[in-house]
């Protein structure tokens, strides 16, 4: 069984997390939302700097909270790519700086892989093919996952990603930063059917729809015409309801296009990863959709939804196991399709 370090900074978060096959020996979190809080999103020059400051101070509390030193280490692993380069580059900078006085091997690792595997640290003995579905502030895809480092996109976001609506749609509504988690509370107080809002479908030459993309910019607008709307009529915006009808109306369009994926694909487990996971609605609609075709839906446990380095190290122990490293050469990658994740490794 292999150990690794892992390192996570793809964004604003500075992980640090130590994994043992695929057990969790430590895993530390430094987030930065209350820095971004004011700007109402992530700053890339700020993020990077506070990464800087904290690597160090997290790779000390993880080897301490998991009590192991550098000789119970096999490898060391970092994000790669995709992400904010410059927030990329402190982690592999220190991630390769570790992996030459310490004479370990090195591996990138690809942030939207380290998602896939979040569901093996609450799963361990899950085995491939199964569908993915990875919901986060700037990716919402549809994964047909075959193997370790083969994987098969069957749908993606062609505009807003899940979690960027929240985060806009939030913003509209003045309830601040990171959207989804404040959206999720107040959707409990509030109507779900309260407002009929457009689930987003993209349209094909032949005047048919896309069954798998999604679209969340037109839901976005929607939001907004309907509080310019609300406003005119002189009474308090409905905001419980607004968020309630707002993320229903997501939670039930990536439902359909997940259940139908696999039917269509024959895939009976279905696997969710990304910080949108955490949503309370989305979450309640899978699992009912799925008991009704006999479909397993499985969700990671709460903390490893967002970024964290305890899934970056879940996916680098099973490349590592197969002989994959990285050389010290490899560069970082604001964008990288997973159909490519393999050139990350020699």
């Known amino acids: 069984m292999a150990t690794l370090l892992a390192i996570e900074t793809s964004c604003d978060e500075t992980a640090v997390a130590v994994i043992k096959n695929r057990q969790v020996c430590s895993s530390v979190v430094s987030s930065q939302t209350s820095i971004h809080q004011p700007y109402g999103g992530v700053v890339p020059e700020v993020a990077s700097r506070k990464h800087l400051e904290t690597i160090n101070p997290a790779i000390a509390q993880a080897f301490s909270e998991a009590q192991l030193d550098w000789e119970d280490i096999d490898a060391i692993a970092a994000t790669a790519a995709p992400g904010l380069v ?29 998602h896939i595997y979040a569901i093996y640290l609450t799963e361990p003995d899950l085995k491939p093919p199964f569908l993915s579905l990875l919901v986060s502030g700037g990716h919402t895809s549809l994964i047909n996952v075959r193997k370790c480092g083969e994987y098969q ?21 003045q309830l601040g930063y990171p959207g989804g988690p404040i959206i999720d509370k107040l959707a409990q107080q509030g109507n779900m059917k309260a407002f009929n809002l457009p689930e987003g479908r993209i349209s094909l030459p032949d005047g048919g729809f896309h069954p798998y993309d999604t679209s969340f910019s037109g839901l976005k607008t929607a ?7 609300l406003k005119q009529k002189e009474n308090p915006l409905p905001i ?8 229903g109306t997501i939670a039930q369009a990536l439902t359909k296009r997940v259940i139908s994926c696999a039917l269509d694909y024959g895939l009976e487990t279905i696997t969710i990863g990304g910080g949108v996971a955490a949503n309370s ?3 309640s609609k899978l699992i009912a959709a799925a008991s009704k075709y ?11 939804c967002t970024d964290n380095a305890a899934m970056i190290g879940c996916a680098a122990v099973e490349h590592f196991e197969r002989g994959h490293t990285s050389p010290l050469s490899l560069g970082v990658y604001s964008r990288l399709p997973l159909s490519k994740v393999m050139e990350l490794y020699q």
């Open 86 to 114: 410059g927030a990329l580059l402190v982690g592999t900078t220190a991630a390769k700086t570790l992996a030459i006085i310490h004479e370990k091997p090195f591996l990138g690792i690809h942030h939207l892989e380290g």
């Open 153 to 173: 996109t069957l749908g993606e976001t062609r505009d807003d990603a899940a979690g960027e609506a929240f985060d806009k749609v939030a913003r509209l509504l």
């Open 223 to 229: 939001v907004w015409r309907l509080v310019q709307q």
């Open 240 to 247: 419980a309801d607004i968020a309630a009808s707002f993320q």
């Open 281 to 283: 609605t989305l979450r």
């Open 294 to 304: 006999k479909l397993r839906v499985i969700f990671p446990r709460i903390e490893f």
